[in-house]
């Protein structure tokens, strides 16, 4: 098959997960024998051959567009470069500048496409992820009729004012003062998925404006990259991992919780475990003792002083570190700390559950979302278990499953040790990009099960 995929971020671009997904998407979709073309704004990454010129109307003005072509791991990615679009600030420069980049892209996709049309014949099917890409979606649809899948990897529930279409020439689209682009990309697509189950009876509200054509596909992982076979110190037994490293972090060693991710007020939950720290250092301070905290990430000011104000309280069993680790310096965490904690309030699929399994960290995690769809809890059967979920956003509960979890460790329990094999085996076998692409080619075709709501 022939696919084309639109996405605002595209690697070596990456804000957060989506590049790595979409990324991944492409890559394996290639391997599989399909001809993948990307299309992404360049975001100042120029790279490969110019390969076309041309002007798009704008804002009663004329807009300069170049296209750059690469190949990259089998994938023909094209950059479209504009000097808007080549602004660094993939989703910005401000709200304005957002929008401006999503029309300009939208409008010079359907330049770039007539051109390879021309050349080459048009793709059999149309991926756009996210509603960054909906403006571009919205017109390939106009004016090629793809059939098309639209993957949502995270909702973003905005209003954008329907003059913006009207200026994408997509006026038709926008009979409200304001218009939510998700629903402008599923109402145009053929089929629209998202990227858990959970994830998507939870945000039921919206895709069943879309049922009969609403359905998930899970992420994978990369478990080439996310190995042990990699690690630094892979010959030492993972407790002498754990000392080194915590040694390294000015900590003596302990039983090791990490929490990795954006500290922000409305997904990551880092404030969830935050209090949940507290609860266990006032109400159980010789558990704690023996308890170590890696908090590693950053983002909202408030929360980082709370953690570095944890941190300076109990120097001797939290470290907090708020700057961009290494991605190999990460894996070596990863396969040295004992347990990971992914607190989110909610999650579309999630990476860092993932990861642990890959590396045999044991994952806590909410019960919401990818992270309840990919670990096996504890609590639901002992002998397949590769984690343990909690309630979101109760850190009492936090609290006692950490609790809970250190004495396991404590004594040493065969359980987590099966634990750990059971999330590597799950998290490779399972898991795979290659699944995942599997079942989008499926979805190319609508050859696909459907949510449907009184099957419920
Ligand atoms: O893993 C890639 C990522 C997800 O849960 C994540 C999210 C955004 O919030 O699909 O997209």
Not at 7 to 20: N, T
Not at 66 to 88: H, M, T, W
Not at 246 to 274: A, C
Not at 409 to 436: I, P
Request: glycine share 8%.
């Amino acid at each position: 098959m022939r696919i084309l995929i639109l996405g605002f971020e595209y690697l070596p671009v990456k804000v957060g997960g989506l590049a790595e997904a979409i990324t991944s998407i492409a890559e394996t979709l290639a391997k599989l024998g399909n001809e993948v073309w990307v299309f992404t704004p360049s975001h100042g990454h120029i790279e490969g051959e110019m390969i076309l010129k041309f002007e798009i109307a704008i804002y009663n003005g004329k807009e300069k567009i170049q296209v750059y072509e690469r190949l990259q791991n089998g994938v023909r990615v094209f950059a479209i470069s504009s000097p808007l679009l080549d602004n660094k600030d993939v989703y910005g420069p401000g709200w304005e500048g957002m929008l401006g980049k999503a029309i300009q892209f939208g409008k010079a996709t359907v330049g770039l496409l007539n051109f390879l049309i021309e050349r080459e014949g048009k793709p059999d099917v149309l991926h756009f992820h996210d509603w960054h890409t909906v403006f571009a979606g919205a017109l390939i649809k106009k004016y090629f009729q793809l059939p098309a899948v639209f993957t949502i990897h995270r909702l973003n529930k905005s209003k954008v004012p329907a003059y913006y279409f009207h200026e994408a020439h997509l006026g038709e689209l926008a009979p409200y003062p304001d218009i939510d682009p998700e629903y402008v990309g599923a109402y145009i697509a053929d089929l629209v998925t998202t990227v858990s189950r959970t994830y998507l009876w939870e945000e039921w509200e919206f895709y069943k404006n879309f049922e009969g054509k609403a359905t998930y596909v899970y992420n994978g992982i990369a478990c080439d990259f996310w190995n042990e076979e990699l690690l630094e110190n892979k010959a030492l037994p993972r407790e002498e991992r754990r000392r080194k490293i915590l040694e390294s972090l000015g900590l003596s060693d302990g039983i090791t919780f990490m929490f990795i991710g954006r500290f922000d007020r409305g997904q990551k939950g880092v404030d969830t475990l935050l209090k949940a720290i507290e609860t266990i250092a006032h109400e159980h301070p010789s558990e704690f003792s023996k308890m170590r905290f890696l908090i590693i990430g950053k983002g909202d000011p408030e929360l980082e002083s709370w953690a570095h104000a944890l941190g300076t309280k109990y120097p001797e069993n939290i470290k907090v570190i708020t700057e961009m680790l290494k991605r190999e310096f990460t894996r070596e965490l990863y396969g040295s700390v004992d347990f990971i904690i992914v607190p989110s309030y909610f999650e579309p699929f999630g990476l860092v559950q993932m990861e642990a399994m890959c590396l045999g960290a044991i994952p806590i995690g909410s019960a919401v979302g990818g992270i309840k769809d990919t670990i096996i809890s504890l609590d639901e059967d002992t002998e397949n278990a590769t984690g343990l979920l909690v309630p979101p956003r109760d850190p009492n509960a936090l609290a006692q499953a950490i609790l809970r979890m250190s004495k396991l460790k404590e004594e040493n329990s065969v359980v987590l040790e099966k634990m750990r094999q059971n999330g590597k085996k799950r998290s490779k076998d399972v898991f795979t990009w290659e699944n995942a692409c599997k079942r989008y080619l499926r979805a190319y075709k609508n050859n696909i099960d459907k949510a449907v709501e009184f099957l419920r």
